[in-house]
């Protein structure tokens, strides 16, 4: 089992920074690939970005050269730098964990962290 704590949202003018930090406990050891995912007011649940355990990343293009996801396996935490913002940004943001002891293999999901760029 594992447990996920997101944190570090609020409100942002256009431009400016954000930094999203998502803290896990539990089973760690068996965590791979974490990420971020967000829900933007009346929109389904999308990709933000991916880190696999080795550290290689993936992003959606709507972000790519503004936000960088990073994780520190010995602390256990994900992070999700978010430069550059923008009013389409304005989320609920997810912290994501694929479990993968067999037999089982799980997604876990934080509470989510409320993301509102706005001038």
């Known amino acids: 089992q594992v447990l996920l704590v997101d944190s570090g949202g609020g409100l942002v003018q256009p431009g400016g920074s954000l930094r999203l930090s998502c803290a896990a406990a539990?089973?760690?050891?068996?965590?791979?690939?974490m990420g971020w995912y967000r829900q933007p007011p009346g929109k389904e649940r999308q990709l933000v970005a991916t880190?696999?355990?080795?550290?290689?990343?993936k992003y959606a293009d709507s972000v790519k050269g503004r936000f960088t996801i990073s994780r520190d396996n010995a602390k256990n935490m994900l992070y999700l730098q978010m430069n550059s913002l923008k009013p389409e940004d304005t989320a609920v943001y997810y912290c994501?964990?694929?479990?993968?002891?067999?037999?089982?293999?799980?997604?876990?999901w934080g509470q989510g962290t409320q993301v509102t760029v706005s001038s």
């Open positions: 994501y964990a694929y479990y993968n002891r067999y037999p089982n293999e799980k997604d876990y």
């Open positions: 539990g089973d760690t050891i068996s965590i791979s690939t």
């Open positions: 880190i696999t355990f080795g550290g290689s990343t």
